[in-house]
């Protein structure tokens, strides 16, 4: 266990759902983050969040919207995805440049 | 453009072995370099992680290199067991002078399998 707890592990949505998940973490970081990780690809930056503050979006469509209510807690909302966006969706957070630590990862299937 | 480039791609050796996978970078300002374990399906797990002026680390049967001049790192992994297949992915860390989160740039990983 890292510290870091993604919820569901597993999700199947079809592309006029709207779905959610989220990210908790009880270590006390600054820093919260996404990833997309696809297949044969590195792990691609989405979101980064300063103690609720997001810093930064990387250039990601508007159908994923991230909401940071506390520094804990993480959420990536989902709707009207496309096939092409079933991929691992990773949590992370640090202790500002620290290392990160990452959760275990929602795997995302658009049907 | 900053990236991280990792080879091979794939690898099988057969339990008891040794290993070494590689990393190159060229990501500047430099901060720091880690390398994370990932299981299948699962969050990556970082295993070492080295600054510009450590050229060593190691982490039980693990050691990374690192050279700061070419760039360069390794991951040598020693009499290998079963629970070592898994993907090693090299990351590195961009200086983000004063800032207050990380600035990760990922290579896309040397997946290992090992046979009994």
């Known amino acids: 266990e890292t510290g870091v707890t993604q919820t569901p592990r597993h999700l199947v949505m079809g592309m006029t759902n709207k779905k959610s998940l989220k990210c908790e973490q009880h270590?006390?970081?600054?820093?919260m983050y996404w990833y997309k990780q696809s297949a044969k690809k590195p792990l691609e930056l989405m979101f980064v969040?300063?103690?609720?503050?997001?810093?930064e979006n990387n250039s990601v469509p508007s159908r994923f919207s991230p909401e940071c209510p506390n520094s804990s807690h993480l959420f990536l909302h989902l709707h009207t995805l496309q096939p092409e966006d079933s991929a691992l969706y990773l949590c992370?957070?640090?202790?500002?440049?620290?290392?990160?630590?990452f959760g275990q990862g929602t795997r995302l299937t658009v049907v | 453009k900053n990236q991280v480039e990792q080879s091979p791609q794939s690898l099988i050796i057969l339990e008891g072995k040794n290993c070494t996978l590689q990393?190159?970078?060229?990501?500047?300002?430099?901060?720091?370099l880690r390398w994370y374990k990932q299981d299948t399906g699962r969050g990556p797990v970082s295993l070492t992680i080295?600054?510009?002026?450590?050229n060593t680390k190691s982490n039980g049967r693990y050691t990374a290199t690192l050279d700061a001049d070419t760039k360069q790192s390794s991951l040598h992994i020693t009499a290998s067991q079963l629970s070592d297949s898994a993907s090693y992915l090299c990351?590195?860390?961009?200086?983000?002078?004063?800032?207050?989160?990380?600035?990760?740039?990922f290579g896309t990983g040397t997946l290992l399998a090992v046979q009994p």
């Open positions: 990351v590195v860390s961009g200086e983000n002078y004063g800032g207050a989160t990380n600035k990760l740039i």
């Open positions: 992370a957070s640090s202790q500002r440049q620290s290392e990160a630590f």
């Open positions: 080295m600054t510009f002026s450590e």
């Open positions: 990393c190159n970078y060229t990501v500047s300002p430099f901060s720091n």
């Open positions: 270590l006390g970081h600054n820093a």
């Open positions: 969040y300063n103690f609720k503050e997001q810093t």
